[in-house]
């Protein structure tokens, strides 16, 4: 069974709102990241220009994060980028 287009969002801003909150992540966090991501581009379906733009740097976050050697200071520095996309996948109104 495949998670509709509102699931997914949902599904993949729980995962960036958990590690930027707790600032921890496992590879098949990010994998999955950058599976939903990939899907979420593949699809099609999403209509909000702002979520469009971010991503493929959503996508290249998690490309990154799953071969770093130091998953905290990965995430660290992606402090604003977590906040950015975060608020914009809240703004899109499927979450």
Known sequence: MSLSYSD???LLN???????ESVEGEVSEYQQIKRLVKSMIANEQLTDAQLNKLLPEIYHYSVEGASV??????????QTNLQNWISAINNTGYS
């Open 8 to 10: 997914q969002l949902i």
């Open 69 to 78: 050697q130091n998953v905290s200071e990965h995430i660290t520095t992606n």
């Open 14 to 20: 729980d995962l960036l709102s958990e590690q930027h």
